[in-house]
């Protein structure tokens, strides 16, 4: 017999060598998600809180309390995130103050509005600038806020998510009438 020649004896090998590497693949893959997944008869901490760990691909990972949602690593999502607070949404007039998360926003003064009117076609849709004074643990301070741009500080990423009343070509803004939408997010 030579090596080199294909007979129905070596088809028959090669063809249970291929089928039999990819059964044990499988086989492997099953065991080793089995021991790396939490028995279902393991109570599973939830309702975690700011700083709490959560997430990850573990079956039945923890989660977060209401009010939290689970802030995932961007290095490796697979391990799992942190437990951090959901958005606060508020909205404040010019001169008013809204407070969340241990933190206040002041609008001050407007300082661009080059939002596209309503009732016109712009190339172009324009933002809002706005200045406002912002008082947290780490101080006071004056900011520019740009719609849709988040503004980090050292506990809470801030950002002007909506501006009312959307401009009107035919209608004049006083700085008055101006509704701020902001949301405070913990870091």
Known sequence: MEWHTVTKFSQAVAIILFVGVFALGFFLGGEYQKSASVPVSTPLPTGGLAGDH?????????????????????????????????????????????????????????????????????????????SATIVSGM????????????????????????????PLSTEPRASRDYTFYFEITSR
């Open 54 to 130: 959560c997430g990850g691909f573990i079956k039945d990972a923890p989660t977060c309390a209401a009010g939290f949602h689970c802030q995932l690593k961007i290095s490796n999502p697979d391990t799992g995130g942190i437990c951090v607070a959901d958005p606060k949404e508020l909205s404040v007039k010019l001169g008013g103050t809204i407070s969340a998360l241990g933190v206040s926003i002041t609008p001050t003064s407007v300082l661009e509005d080059s939002r596209c009117p309503t009732d016109v076609q712009c190339i172009q849709a324009g933002t809002v600038r706005l």
């Open 139 to 166: 101080g006071t301070a004056t900011q520019t806020f740009e719609l849709n741009k988040a503004v980090t500080t050292e506990a809470e990423q801030i950002t002007l998510v909506k501006v009312d009343p959307a």
